[in-house]
């Protein structure tokens, strides 16, 4: 069986370009042409064989032309990233989370996925990943959204529940009804300027992350920041997609076992809105870690190992059905009616 995928190779580069923004803004890569491979199966066969580099391919979802990699084998797991993050960004967690056929994508106007003609909003984003799992013969993935992607995890999860299995949400809100970050942290996160500049980065990384400077500029995780920085189109589109998005109303609804992972020193998703997503899920379970928003790419062993069990015990069948959500880091369970249903329009 063959679907619209066209391989690219194990070192990462866009097809016919050096990984660099076009002139327009657009983002993306120069075409070429690349031969169809057969679809990655369900059973892990078409899989990278090692955990990193990955496999490149690119696949057409609808009309989006989208960058996806695999990785390593073992059951699918989906990795949704943050505002502007390309697949490379990945690497420091891919190491660490073994056994796992980890499924990475460039969201369109990030990394080599050219940006969209017309902005989407969740709700497009979400059905532009399910395109994606069907062109790899994915019918169902555990699905692991960080920052952004945890909101877009989240509309998947709601859209589209019988397409995963668990559920990981990290470093996320849940939009409006959640507590937002302060003014300042919202307006620095309304330019891409931090993916082109090691220096811009050095002196926000403490205000917008939480994170040392150090911590933030000089890993491997901003290197690839910087190797393949987002078009300016195409982060203006994740901005507008996740503007006025709530899950608030309907989070409640989502079935799948979830683990919930929130940061105590994150500024951007402030730690409030774990506790908010924890006690609204009704399969959740909370963990809190020590660290800012980063914290997945910068220490990945101790979040990673936290994915890792719980996936496991998926796996295994032997996770838990809480009655309410479950929390681990802090010592007590939150409380849902410390955080009232949100009245606003959805």
Partial sequence: MVAQVTTGDRRGRCPGALARVRPDGRGGCRPELLRIVPRVSPDGEGAACTAWPPVYSTVQAGPATVRVAVAGGGPPLLLLSGIGANIEMWEPAARHLTGRRLVMLDVPGTGCSPAL????????????????????????????????GGALAQQLAHQAPDRVRALVLAATTPGVGGQPPSPWVVALMSSPARYYSRTYLRLTAPVLF?????????????????????????????????????????????????????????????????????????????????????????????????????????????????????????????????????????
């Fill in 117 to 148: 003609r017309v902005g989407l909003r969740m709700r497009g984003y979400a059905q532009l990943v399910t395109r994606v799992l069907d062109a790899l013969g994915l019918d169902r993935v555990d699905v692991l959204g960080y920052s952004w």
């Fill in 210 to 346: 939480g994170s040392s400077p150090g911590a933030a500029a000089d890993s491997p995780h901003d290197e690839a920041r910087l190797h393949r920085p987002p078009g300016l189109v195409g982060y203006t589109q994740q901005l507008y997609a996740v503007s006025g998005w709530s899950s608030r109303r309907w989070l409640r609804q989502v079935d799948a076992p979830t683990l919930v992972i929130g940061a105590r020193r994150d500024p951007l998703a402030p730690p409030r809105n774990a506790h908010i997503m924890a006690a609204a899920l009704p399969h959740a379970r909370l963990e809190m870690v020590d660290g800012g928003h980063l914290f997945l790419l910068e220490d990945p062993a101790p979040s990673c190992t936290l994915v890792e069990d719980f996936l496991r015990e998926q796996d295994a069948g032997t996770a838990p059905v809480p009655a309410g959500p479950q929390l681990g880091g802090s010592g007590r369970p939150a409380d849902p009616r410390a955080f009232p249903a949100d009245r606003t329009p959805h």
